[in-house]
């Protein structure tokens, strides 16, 4: 049984090597992603055991997304499921600063995610369940599993973490709102954005206002992670912020994830909440310096490589 | 007013340059295809004026769409839908000699044909009207909205060409078999293998035999394909056979779209029957003497390239 | 019949993918581009109507010019020349920091352009000719083919706009001097850079200054273009003054021709002065921020872009 | 525990992309390669489960090998080993039909394989241990690696199968024949060539006596295989022959790692000899019509495209 | 010294990776080529030292064939030329099946060799000059050029070799045909195809009618080759007939160069006429196997790679 | 016999295109590298004649590198060792900010170098020898050829220049420390940056100091290199400091060896320690400005590429 538990939606991946309109691109590069299992690869190489499920296709789009997951030493419990394609995503670079997500999800075998699908007695074995907002907004029964994977893990009184991540493709601010509230009462730990957390509990003055509210509402430990300005945290009552590592990002998606990896990481590993939240700050940062959601996650002893000061290593 | 006007879905088109599972693919050629366009792209090559009518969604895969059909002479008559996203498909070469297509067009933005969409007056002023039996596959809508392409040709006298084209992913042979002879019926030139022919008209000793039964429907032209064995076709009551140019194929997809585009280019030059056949089986070998579905389509001066003793030009 | 008529060289256009000597770069992009069709496309995209003309060869690279520029929706009137082959320029970034252009255009079918080319009756039906500074540096016909058409225009009241737009390889400062003082007295609409108004007007103290003895010798609106610096214009005897947006520039290749189709595509569309020279400056600055001369250019919803907050759109 | 254990050196690889000498390579894929982990994706993807052990280094190469192990469902026990680096393959197709694989694998971390390596209860809970003879050829202490995991399955019951494949960049006939000689009296299953079986056992007039001197040493099943000539068996003294498939090859590398997993999955199953040796030439030439060692290895249920009328499913 | 002096226009060289027509070829790789160098590479792989002269641009691209050129330990005479570009060649690989070429030379710096950098005393101690019938086509000036040096060789005693060479881009048939007499006149070797020697000589029952003919003009060995027909020579009055080796061809440019190359080769190494042939044969068969011009050319222990039994060396 | 000579081990290069690790990199750029030809082909660029000797395996990788330092005009002394394979090495851009190179050259063929293959006729001949401190670190016969060098060189009068470049996969700073200063008593000319200093001098204050120290074991000219910082130095007792040029350096690998060639060629032209200083931080600074470790490097008149105000040049 791994020490952490989650489950979503992971598809397929493409995109164009340099910027550009899609129409103008004569390849697309193929990988996959999704912001679970982005967060159980920053996981597994910080040290952490982990397991994934997720429901793919019965096609090759599925075989990529299961071979590349297993690929990183998770447990990959993928269902196939022979009545749907597994989702695609389709980044377009649009101009050097704007990039724009093209979904083939609706309907998708990820967004089919069941109840029975649920894997309770890995969840009831594990130290903490780990679920993001765009699980409930994919479909009515993947709402419903992702409520029951909670309900198992605080029966069995495993830790619940769980990260907003709002997707405006998927619903309206006003759809999300109520069951991102549903959600923050039954977790332990919750993630978001400034606007993200606006959207489930309304104006904040500032990060920490924000982070009080959400605390207000049962989680224990409330961290508000806001790109190069770093984090605001509300952690037992207390009130806590961490800079952002300066560097120059080449590619932000997935630093969200990886920050939150950072951050579990050293919770399960008995750190204190400043180091956990100085982690996390030096995770998202390392993952900004890699093209691509997940490929540059970094192993624990790498992130030493922020510091070096030589920049070639032989 | 051009002198063919045709009508269907055109989809974004990935594959990969080389042989072997997706899975291990690291990237995709982007591209775009679809029956009624590869014809569309024959024909203008060939020096025929082609009108092409389909949907796509409000999205850059759309763009790449309507670039490309643009790109070639056809007047474009490409409805943008806000309300569905542009129709993909993904072909992969499991081996050098077995391909397989992934579909992602079902809701699509090429599915929701209507009969409102229908280019009455561009259709009235045309010689003739070009339709696969893909479209009816689509979706009810679209259904109605290549009956209703039809109902207009032949109110204005314009001959209507047929061409099964049976796609496994959309529907079953039972549920084609009925539209199929629907649109038989109102044809004046039909196309189709002999697998396909089966469908439509049950049991056949031959390909003539075959013909025979379809053109006992109404088409005075039936043309039946049947990849490197050239073709069958019964035109007027008579049996004309052509057998196809030897050749190395390498990619034979759009082979049959390049076959049609031939013979109706010669037909509306006023070329006999015989003549016709000769045309399509040469198109339809050069179309596979080049990768991808349609972009190795012949002009019509370039045909006589397959009888070249020199390899080499300069 | 479009909005605007223009009228020049396009080419093929190759280049490398990474900075370094030709010699060690082991492929090149294949695309097209040219000052003209550069800045139809710009205009299209903008949602101003627009034909262009040109010479391209017999040849397979004239076929890829005359796709592109036919696939953005342009009016094309592509001559075929039999008689010589389509230009081609060969972009060598030697650094990153410094841009070399190797042209194989002398004696090309673009540079045959000739007066009776004119498209006498689009020009006259249009509201705006645009002309660069290139074509009557490329031959003496393209020198009386640009005359001509300059004429058509003025004698149909149609407005003339000229970018001085000076090329080294093709003459000396000296010979361009007095063609574009020729060019100059004949135009509406004048757009040059700082340098290029010195070649026509000789020394200034500033932007301003230049721009007055430009419009001193007819023109009513003078725009000059300073790269990052922004943009000087004298406009009905005005002076405006307009500061670049502020990016990270990739490509500046291109972007004199987006900011003169910002500006013609506003004025088309009755917008006052200052609102014309905002929108030039944000096309571009848009143009900057993707590879190529002309690929990025920008759809009017996207220009938006440039002030999005969020980096990602999903 | 897995139904076959397996061991032995999986290095890096890297091909050029098209045929020619290596100097005029731009770019080189990298992936990874080795007979064990071969053989145990054939064997996975026919649904035999599969443990595979062996050294890499500590280095990044390690962490791609070990991933794409991994990715495959193989349960992977890979040893990092600080000591010395990941062995690399490089393949020169110097023409379309000549290969040429240099290696970097002296002292590499894969050859430093020891008896203490040996997985011993894995061993013993398996149904099979397949073993190559390329370990034995690595150094002398993979030699007694390689007896200790022969000794272990023999004294546990396991059966024993053994594949010659020789490798003259590791050593002489001279040097390998009384090796060999040593796996195969104490294997259960023997897999070679003809020219490997007479390095083992010296000449023979044809396949079947090269074959009965080979069973006459102690194994009651002896498969010799002949590429496109197919194979011929003796299996408990009854000689058995089996035509290869008709195809064409592409890439012959890894036909026979994929045949001897054929041969072994039915083995497992339970299958009669005709029909593993049925099998196994499938297998073997599904192998041969993709590019790569491993990425074309089939799944079961694909096996049948070997027998596909139709070029096309969709 | 070097043995063999040659001379003639290289030129960058440009072509796409897969068949299709250019305007669907988003990249070309980027290389250089020329009878005489492709011919020049063959002979010093063989094991023959040699020079080659010839004009490029003071531009990149000539960088580009210089650098090459010397890669190959070539002595290089490379005049660089400030007047003129560096001709280009573009091949586009129409179908699989048919090549064209498009040239971008006419008032290249190749052509404008000149009668004065004819390298006299390179050539005075050189024991053989070989020209092509290309270079007399380039311009005036080239052809005196090469008149020049073929004087130069004559009065030196040392042998001249003259591959007839044909290229319709440059000349018509007519305008050949005495050049080519004239250069026939004062060759000592001459090789041609049948089509080639028949513009210099008119019609011929078969090869060796023609290669009487030509002998008859002068030259003492008269070889006339005929792709997979293989070649047939009077040499000392002699008639000698050699087939083709058996390969599957993927590229044949080049392979007459590699022809003359083997048969040079031998003959400054004393080889008799036979053993010159079948060298020949075997050159020109291996430089079909590889893509490339001259990338494929053999060494001379590679030759037997033809012969091989095994496709992998390992 | 050329200007300067120099020596040592020259490998095979493989990088991946973009950050990340290697076990996500699909492919890798082939090519070759090693400090001494880096330095030979900047110097050679910028106009001074040089002498390369090394040694590389008897295979397609030897191949390469003898035809990259041919192709650059570089006297190519390359012994091919029949007994030991050509060095690699690769590099991994880890994240955009970090490189780590990977060595396959422990008993590489470039590493068997020996005292006699020293060219003691060239050196006797030069005007100076080039060595680094690689060489002694590569093997026992490397250093001893590296000390046979020097001491023909000194025996001959000839000046002999040492560049420390320390490399920590060699060997450790304890066993480098003695190799350091005895070659640098025996050197003329002496570079190294502030940390490679204090491996062979101990502390110093400043780069001044260490120079200092330097200077007092022998060489009249010692320069001490810091990358953006510029450099220090003390020539003929006197203290001169450059600073470096302002650039965005996108590749600094291959900077210092440029640095040096551009001391070196001003050295030998006869320029003072001025402009010598002045010179080596240009070429240093262009060196940075293209990927690659030697690509890059500039033609002396490309040198005011670094001060142009256009950045496109047509
Ligand atoms: N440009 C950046 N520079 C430095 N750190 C960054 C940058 N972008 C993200 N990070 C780090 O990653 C964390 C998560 O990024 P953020 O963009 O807030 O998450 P999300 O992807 O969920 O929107 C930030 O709190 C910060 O620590
Ligand atoms: N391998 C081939 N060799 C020669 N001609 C071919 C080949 N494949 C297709 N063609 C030509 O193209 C025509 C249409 O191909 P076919 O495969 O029958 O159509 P479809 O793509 O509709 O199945 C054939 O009738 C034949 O003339
Ligand atoms: N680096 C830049 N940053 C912002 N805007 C730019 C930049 N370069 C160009 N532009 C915009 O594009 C316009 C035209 O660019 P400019 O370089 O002056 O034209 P040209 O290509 O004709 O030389 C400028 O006036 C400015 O508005
Ligand atoms: N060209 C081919 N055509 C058909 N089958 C082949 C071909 N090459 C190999 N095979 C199949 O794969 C099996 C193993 O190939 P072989 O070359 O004998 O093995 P190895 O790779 O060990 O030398 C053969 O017995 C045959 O069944
Ligand atoms: N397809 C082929 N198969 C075998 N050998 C070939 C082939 N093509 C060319 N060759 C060999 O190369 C020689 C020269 O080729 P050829 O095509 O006659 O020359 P050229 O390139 O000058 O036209 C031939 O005589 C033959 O020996
Ligand atoms: N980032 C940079 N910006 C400007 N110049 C640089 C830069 N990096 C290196 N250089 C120039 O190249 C020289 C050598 O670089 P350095 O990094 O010191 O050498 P090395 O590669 O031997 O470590 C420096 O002295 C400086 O002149």
């Known amino acids: 049984y791994s020490d952490v538990v989650t489950m979503g939606e992971t598809m397929a991946l493409m995109k164009a090597a340099t910027p550009g309109p899609l129409a103008h691109a004569g390849s697309l590069e ?15 190489r910080l040290g952490t055991s982990v397991t994934w499920l997720g429901r793919v296709g019965q096609d090759s789009l599925g075989d990529l997304v299961l071979r590349e997951v297993a690929a990183e030493g ?29 979904y083939y999800r609706s309907g998708s075998a990820g967004s089919r995610l069941a109840p ?12 903490l369940l780990h679920l993001t907002g765009i699980t409930p907004g994919l479909s009515g029964s993947a709402y419903e599993a992702a409520l029951n994977a909670v309900n198992v893990a605080r029966e069995a009184g495993v830790r619940v973490s769980f990260d907003l991540n709002y997707r ?3 619903w309206t601010e006003e759809d999300a709102g109520p069951v ?60 806590l912020r961490q800079e ?32 956990r939240l100085r982690t996390a700050v030096r995770t998202g940062a390392f993952a900004c310096l890699v093209p691509g959601d997940w490929e540059g996650m970094p192993r624990r002893h790498e992130l030493g490589l922020l510091d070096a000061s030589e920049p070639v290593t032989r």
Not at 37 to 42: G, P, R, S
Not at 116 to 127: H, L, Q, S, W
């Open 180 to 239: 991102f509230r549903r959600f923050i009462e039954l977790a332990t730990i919750v993630f978001a954005g400034d606007d993200e957390a606006r959207i489930a509990v309304g104006h904040g003055a500032d990060s920490f206002e924000l982070a009080h509210k959400i605390a207000a509402m049962g989680p224990r430990q409330v961290i508000i992670k806001n790109g190069p300005l770093g984090c605001a945290a509300v952690i037992d009552g207390v009130e």
């Open 74 to 102: 998770i447990t990959t419990l993928g269902i196939r499921d022979a009545g749907a394609p597994t989702g695609l995503m389709i980044k377009e670079r649009r101009t050097l600063e704007h990039l724009k997500v093209w």
């Open 30 to 44: 193929l990988g996959m992603g999704g912001a679970e299992t982005n967060f159980a690869i920053a996981l597994k």
């Open 116 to 127: 029975e699908d649920v894997p309770v007695e890995t969840i009831r074995n594990a130290k």
């Open 168 to 170: 405006a493709a998927l």
């Open 244 to 275: 952002a590592v300066r560097i120059n990002a080449v590619d932000t998606v997935g630093a969200g994830d990886a920050f939150v990896a950072g951050y579990i990481s050293d919770l399960l590993a008995g750190a204190p909440a400043e180091e």
